[in-house]
């Protein structure tokens, strides 16, 4: 996961639940289910060209 927040700027951006370093992380799972969707039909895309 953090690659994908690091390198990937279409990636959701996580929730921390408080300021320090060790606060749980959370995402919202409807956007990575939208993030990935979008991935998929990218895939998609490429490969008919």
Do not use: C, H
């Not at 921390?16 to 370093?21: H, I």
């Amino acid at each position: 996961m953090g690659k994908l927040i690091k390198n990937d700027p279409s990636f959701p951006i996580p929730i921390k639940e408080g300021r320090t370093r060790q606060a749980a992380v959370y995402f919202d799972t409807k956007q990575i289910e939208y993030w990935w969707q979008l991935k998929v039909e990218e895939v998609k895309l490429s490969n008919k060209i």
